[in-house]
């Protein structure tokens, strides 16, 4: 319960931002920190899910999949922090979108995570999957990006 507890909790991390964003939207404040602000709650709506999916793991013994969640998680923290400290200005735009491609990382990561779970490629007493190094996935995570500008 405790678990879940903290899920909803991120829920509501995000649920803020979300709110934050449209309070900036409507006092007419820059477009790119009401942006980062929404996409802070993105990234913190996606640590939720990867939060509650871990859980999910945990509970049918599949430990390397949890573990793979947790990592998941972990990058979209980054980003959402990445992304406060653009909006708060305490950075600048690299910042932003270096957080923005920290969660487009943990998206293709999760893909690739679940499609091995779905084929049985993944074993449970296997290596722990790391998300991929900044190299490899940095074409493919620049395509997530772009589908959603």
């Known amino acids: 319960a405790a678990d879940y507890r903290k899920v909803i909790a991120t829920y509501q991390r995000a649920a803020d931002q979300f709110k934050q964003a449209g309070e900036d939207y409507i006092a007419d404040k820059e477009e790119e920190d009401t942006n980062s602000w929404l996409l802070r709650g993105m990234c913190l709506q996606k640590k939720a899910e990867y939060q ?12 390397t999949l949890d573990r793979g969640y947790r990592q998941a998680v972990g990058l979209s923290e980054r980003a959402a922090d990445q992304l406060e400290l653009k909006a708060r200005r305490q950075l600048g735009i690299r910042w932003g979108l270096q957080g923005l491609f920290l969660q487009a990382r943990a998206s293709c990561f999760v893909r690739e995570l679940e499609e091995q779970e779905a084929t049985g490629m993944m074993t449970e007493s296997g ?20 589908k959603k500008l």
Not at 52 to 63: L, M, S, V, Y
Request: cysteine-free; glycine content about 4%.
């Open 52 to 63: 509650a999916k871990a859980i999910e793991a945990r509970d049918a013994g599949k430990e």
């Open 127 to 146: 290596p722990l999957l790391a998300p991929p190094p900044i190299s490899v996935t940095k074409n493919k995570a620049m395509r997530e990006l772009e």
